[in-house]
Structure formats: structure tokens, C-alpha cells
């Protein structure tokens, strides 16, 4: 029987070679890496900027607001734009050096600038939230513990940093309020002003979906796209999500598949499965169970 001070060395020999068969998925990471907890710390000084009070540091005098706003900003753009070059430098074949250092540091500066606009489409958020939800007390309560507002944060900084062409770093972002509040919305989404999700969880907003104003969608809905052949799963910029116009409401565990168009004003009951198009003023329930065959994709 090997020695503790073997074994050890042993699977430390192992785990650290890259020919292994069973280890070729993992790439070599020869370049810098982004960091989960420094994005998680980008995440939360950016929620107190556009919050301030509510996160971070608790601001009882108004006068400080500006210090506190300034001191979070600077440590946001040192943050920023080590995780940008990070993030370039892990996805990127170039070699490491100042040239990627001086665009993580214009694309920091550029989504600084884009904060303002990020947290008017907040406000229209809470607003929204607040306005269809009986149960909620204030718009303060709505900021401080609805985990809409926590995983709309989370995507609209992603979306912004994905515009930008920032790699890795975006999805990092999505998948941390994933994670925290079960809703999942890929970065690349577009969604409009005044967006709300009731509850929450479950809910899935996949790449391509583009929703428009003052839509509102309950828990466990999915907007997703139908299978897709192996060959094609990776291509890009293919629309295969769908499209929701102004005031549509989805309630939950409904499910719409495939790059169609809901119409402007449509309610979707619960519990629907729905993959073709619908006209503006619809309103689709199912009443009872329908048997049906699953082709084309249309299956799990």
C-alpha cells in the first residue's frame, strides 16, 4: 500500500496531464482566467451604484451618496477591466499583451457610460413588478427581495458587456443569478422596458428571444427552440427562439417553442405548449389534455 505522501503525488500526476483521453475536454489554460467571485464582486458594486443603499454599503445621509457612488465606480472600472482582459485573453488566439490591456480598459469605460441607461431600464422594471403584484408593499421592497429584479440586474449588465463583445464574462454574469434565483435568461436576449416575471422560478428566456414592452411572464414558463440536428447545434445567429410583442402575459409552466411571433396584447393560459405563431388580442387556454405525436423537433 502506497504512503500517503504517494498517493498523493500519484493523482497529482495524473489530474495535471492533458493527454489523458477521458481529459481532453478541458482546455489548457495557459492565459489568464476570469474569476466567478471577482465577476460576483462586479455584479455587486454595480448593484450599488444603480441601487445604492439597497446594496452594498446602507447610505443613511444623502450628502455621502456621491462619495459612495465614486468610490464603488473607481473600484468598478479596476474590476471590470481585469475581468474583460481576462475574459479576451482567455477566448482569444492572440498573445497576451498591452494592446488587449488598453481595449479591456476602453470597453470598462464605454459600459461605465452605458450604467445610466441600465438603470432607467431597472426602474421601468421595479415599477412594473410593483404595479402587477398586489402583494408587494413598496417599490423598496420590490429592489430589496424580488429575485425578478435581482435576475434582471444580472441581465441587463450581461447584455450590455455582451454588445460589447466581451467574451465569457456575460454568461458568467447570467449564470450567477441563475443559480440564485432559478431564473435562467441568456445574455443575448433583448428584452424591453417595463419586463416583469412573477415569482420566477423555472423560468427559461433562451439566446435569440426578443420580447418587447410591459410583458409579463409568471414561474416556470419557457421560451425556448424546438431540437435542432447535432451539426447545427453551435451555429450562430440562428433565430430559433421566439419573439414577444408589447403586452403579452404568459401564466405558468407554459411552454413556446421555435422562432415564432406572439402578437402585441395575446394572454397565454397556463400549461400551454405552443409552437405556432399567434395574432395580436389572442388568448389560448387548454381546457383538456391533447394527444398528440411529437416530429419535426417538437418533442423532448
Known amino acids: 500500500m502506497l504512503s500517503p505522501t504517494e498517493t498523493i503525488l500519484k493523482n497529482v500526476d495524473i489530474l495535471s496531464q492533458h493527454s489523458t483521453e477521458e481529459y481532453k475536454y478541458i482546455p489548457r489554460h495557459d492565459k489568464p482566467l476570469p474569476s466567478i467571485e471577482r465577476t460576483a464582486e462586479i455584479v455587486e458594486l454595480i448593484k450599488s451604484i444603480i441601487f445604492p443603499g439597497f446594496f452594498g454599503d446602507s447610505i443613511a445621509n444623502q450628502k455621502t451618496l456621491k462619495y459612495h457612488i465614486g468610490m464603488n465606480t473607481e473600484r ?15 477566448s482569444s488566439q492572440y498573445a497576451v499583451g498591452k494592446d488587449i490591456k488598453s481595449k479591456a480598459s476602453e470597453l470598462a469605460l464605454i459600459f461605465i457610460d452605458k450604467i445610466p441607461e441600465i438603470k432607467r431600464l431597472l426602474c421601468t422594471d421595479v415599477k412594473a413588478t410593483f404595479d402587477r403584484d398586489p402583494s408587494a408593499k413598496s417599490y423598496a421592497e420590490v429592489i430589496f427581495s424580488y429575485p425578478t429584479i435581482k435576475a434582471l440586474i444580472n441581465h441587463r449588465v450581461a447584455h450590455e458587456l455582451l454588445l460589447l463583445g466581451v467574451p465569457t464574462i456575460p454568461r458568467i454574469i447570467s449564470e450567477l443569478a441563475h443559480s440564485e434565483t432559478g431564473i435562467d435568461i441568456h445574455p443575448a436576449a433583448k428584452i424591453g422596458e417595463y ?15 426578443i420580447i418587447g414592452n410591459h410583458v409579463r411572464l409568471y414561474q416556470g414558463v419557457t421560451l425556448g427552440a424546438k431540437s435542432i440536428l447535432a451539426d447545427k447545434a453551435h451555429a450562430k445567429d440562428i433565430p430559433r427562439h421566439p419573439i414577444l410583442e408589447d403586452h403579452v402575459t404568459i401564466y405558468s409552466n407554459s411552454t413556446v417553442l421555435g422562432r415564432i411571433v406572439i402578437g402585441h396584447n395575446t394572454v397565454i393560459g397556463g400549461n400551454v405548449w405552443l409552437t405556432t405563431p399567434l395574432p395580436p388580442y389572442s388568448n389560448i387556454l387548454q381546457q383538456k389534455a391533447v394527444e398528440g405525436l411529437f416530429t419535426d423537433g417538437l418533442g423532448i
Do not use: K
Open 195 to 209: 419586463f416583469s416575471i412573477d415569482h420566477g422560478t423555472g423560468v427559461v428566456i433562451g439566446e435569440t428571444c
Open 76 to 90: 468598478l472600472y479596476s474590476l471590470l477591466t481585469e475581468q474583460i482582459y481576462n475574459g479576451i485573453c482567455f
